[in-house]
């Protein structure tokens, strides 16, 4: 993180005039974008999920768009709720590899999931994955991606 916010954070962190959230201690956010949600329970087959307001929110899995809220979602030992957050675009290499080296040139994947008033950003970030050469050197490439339906 550039400004050494956390990547992995608590709900209440984007939001802390909601208290209700202060409570919430099995969901996190991965980032700006994501919510994370684990089953923590064995044999569960239904897990409560709180989807923090104003924004809607979006399944990870069918892209099902989500109002904000407390959800109650069908769930396996195979499934973890995830949900991207609307407003959102997020760059995925979506191929599944043995090593990540072997993604290098693999094509990425947007995944724009459009806020309430139709508009979507986010960044792209690229290196060579294996040398401190974005440090020592600047040789990187950092992009801000952005949406309207204009």
Do not use: C
Not at 31 to 50: C, N, R
Request: charged share 20%; proline share 7%.
């Amino acid at each position: 993180s550039v400004d050494n916010t956390p990547i992995i954070r608590p709900l209440w962190f984007d939001a802390p005039s909601d208290t209700s959230l202060y409570s919430n201690e099995h969901e996190f956010m991965l980032g700006d974008a994501l919510l994370s949600s684990p089953v923590l329970q064995k044999g569960e087959t239904s897990h409560s999920v709180t989807l923090p307001g104003p924004e809607v929110w979006y399944d990870y899995h069918t892209y099902n768009q989500m109002s904000p809220g407390a959800v109650t979602v069908p769930v396996t030992m195979a499934s973890m709720p995830l949900y991207i957050k609307g407003g959102s675009i997020i760059p995925l290499k979506k191929r599944i590899r043995r090593s990540s080296s072997i993604t290098e040139k693999d094509p990425y994947t947007l995944i724009v999931a459009l806020s309430s008033k139709g508009t979507a950003s986010g960044d792209a970030y690229i290196d060579d994955g294996s040398t401190f050469s974005y440090r020592d050197s600047g040789h990187f490439s950092h992009k801000t991606l952005t949406f309207s339906d204009y």
